[in-house]
């Protein structure tokens, strides 16, 4: 029994936001007697030691050697262990035991990893973890692979900047065309991380350029410090690769997968990452996709880019995510047959089967690109063969920046909850879940293909993280969606609140709820109606521009002229989409009997009187709609001046100065796009408000 002294201090940079671990969220666990049974020299129980004495310095707690003298005993499972300790959920190397019997609180786990997670399950607990009556929980994660991925470029992209898609500033890891020599906040961030419950990061963004390319080259001890930097808190670092790499650092004249000189090269470019980085977790790769290398070039499939990388890496156990995000985006405009959301099924669905084991397909949630609403993407549920891992997208591309408070808990989970069999079909197959499918249960699989659940981060250099302080909070849901997908989105914005707000007042925790908790529709209701997708300005996707991308090679979206609206995706008349979903989906998607309202037009295309199960018109919807979402805003920024005392300073000046942007922006949103449907439909607004 010894309380070893940790070999590293918990990372800290007083300067940045302590997001949901400032030093208040440990005095529950640091005011008491510990007890530590760790007899592991792995960094990750040394981060364990780091934490504890930390906690227990700053709140005046004691370290005790006796288990029997302490309140908490942290413990890896000793091979002795009472049998409700042995269960076979215990061999997952990240699961934990959390007890109380009489007054003693006990955590055990048997690998440091699972001692870590339930050491942040006693914070996220606060005094909670030690009152009560006795319990004995067992808590493991859904899927193995929960992995955050960084959209973050070394060279500065002259349109797209340090972090693409990024709204909170530059990166944490690059600087000035470089890897950033301290890379403390990167340590900080990777703690957050690990009381999230993720554990991967791929490093750079899926648009590879030739600096980033580097990193497999040249800029390799870069990385090591960079996985050296997660590795104490149980993450994994990964790297997202070019499929040029061999022409571009190797001097190849090809890149096609089937070339014997290729496949040497990238065996070699593996045992070097590997020999660099031994945990190293492998290679993300867009190929195919918006301009970037692949396989195409040379007659070859998706299936055979993706299993000749995972031959290279196989021998160190590594992973490739193969992201299924293809589509054609050099469009005819005029050619109505095709439908870019029919892409990823059409490119992957066929290659069911023949992924090499260590290949993770990754799909977005929808069929398109990460929209406020559309349908769920029918190729996550289309392989039953395939590891396949739906990704997300945390950073608010579509959603506002994060110069709009948007709480996306609630949204993921919807998602990740999508039963793609119905609820009550086939008994077999019903109630499967897009999260079942992650975790490897499909229904028509064997149970082996286990994949997992990926999103692009929204963390830059900004001292709140992620620009508007409450954007932490989709961070932070998103880790603990991950960990559990069936989590209430709104007690784990509680547990956000609590945590950030160490001691939040009941105005705090009423305030953040009313702001927070229907964000996420409210923003649906005053941007693009009705699974509309793609009514914002093009480049940027910010603001409203409900033709941006009309008559685009990048697609089409709503096809709006003066007698309707919406994307006739049936197989009786339109693109035939809905037939790529399994039933009862493809029958109710393709009936506007029983399509649901929020989704008609991402389905059918009506005229603007159809009415709506609401009993609405559909104009009608557009206007109310845009008329109440942007009253929920000023009903929320309201809420947010009444309360904004309550809240530290320095969240206060920053949050205000987002909401003063946020009505701005609702209300151009709500007037452009009621304006854009009075235009088209020639329809008044049957409550005569004021349509420009
Ligand atoms: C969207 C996004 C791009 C990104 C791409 C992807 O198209 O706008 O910035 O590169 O998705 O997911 O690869």
Known sequence: ???????????????????????????????????????????????????????????????????????VVLALRPADAAPQFQSDGDLDPEAFTYARAGGVVTVTASDARGLLYGLFHLVRLGERAFTGADVVERHAPHTPLRMLDHWDNIAVHPVMGQVERGYAGGSIFY?????????????????????????????????????????????????????????????TTHL????????????????????????????????????????????????????????????????????????????????????AFVY????????????????????????????????????????????????????????????????????TEYLGHQKHAVYLGRMWSQLLAFPYWGQDGDGSRSGRTMADVAAGRHPLGDG????????????????????????????????????????????????????TFPGATALVRETLHAILDQSWETYEMYTAPLGVCFMVQPGSHYGPSPDGYEYSPWGTYHFADRDGVGVDRTRATGSGYTGQYPAPWSDVYESLDTCPDELLLFFHHVPYSHVLHSGKTVVQHVYDTHFEGLERVLEAARRWTEAQDAFPADVAERVTERFAEQVRSATDWRDVVNTYFLRHSGVADAHGRTIY
Do not use: C
């Open 240 to 323: 997202s690769v070019s499929w040029a790499s061999p022409v571009r650092l190797g001097g190849l004249a090809t890149s096609d997968p089937f070339d014997a000189g290729v496949q040497e090269w990238w065996a070699g470019a593996a045992d070097r990452v590997w020999a660099a980085i031994p945990d190293f977790g492998g290679f993300v790769i867009k190929a195919d996709s918006e301009g970037q290398p692949g396989p195409f070039a040379y007659g070859r499939t998706h299936a055979d880019g993706a299993n000749m990388l995972a031959a290279a890496v196989a021998p160190h156990g590594g992973l490739i995510h193969w992201r």
């Open 1 to 71: 029994v010894t309380l070893n002294r940790p070999s590293h201090p918990v990372p800290a940079d007083p300067a940045v936001h302590p997001a949901w671990l400032p030093e208040a969220a440990f005095a529950p666990l640091g005011s008491r007697r510990v007890a530590l049974v760790l007899d592991d020299a792995s960094p990750v129980a040394d981060t364990v030691r780091a934490e504890v004495t930390a906690a227990l310095a700053a709140h005046g707690g004691a370290a005790v050697e006796a288990a029997e003298a302490a309140d």
């Open 175 to 235: 600087e000035a065309g470089v890897v950033r020599e301290d890379l403390t906040r990167v340590a900080q961030y990777a703690r957050l991380l690990a009381a999230s419950g993720v554990n991967r990061v791929a490093i750079n963004n899926v648009n590879v350029g030739p600096a980033e390319t580097r990193l497999l080259d040249d800029l390799l001890p870069d990385v090591a410090r960079i996985a050296a930097a997660f590795r104490p808190y149980g993450i």
């Open 448 to 499: 082996t293909r286990v994949g997992g659940l990926a999103a692009v981060s929204n963390v830059g250099d900004d001292v709140f993280w992620t620009g508007h302080p409450f954007a932490q909070a989709n961070l932070y849901a998103w880790g603990r969606l991950a960990w559990d997908p069936t989590a209430d989105p709104i007690a784990i914005l509680d547990e956000w609140i609590a945590l």
């Open 328 to 395: 054609n985006h050099e469009q005819d405009w005029r050619d109505r047959r095709t439908d870019r959301a029919k892409a990823a099924f059409e490119h992957f669905a066929p290659y069911d089967g023949t992924f090499a084991d260590n290949v993770i397909v990754q799909i977005k949630h929808g069929p398109l690109d990460f929209q406020v609403r559309e349908a769920t993407s029918p190729a996550i549920a289309a392989m039953p063969r395939t590891r396949v891992a739906p990704e997300f997208q945390v950073t």
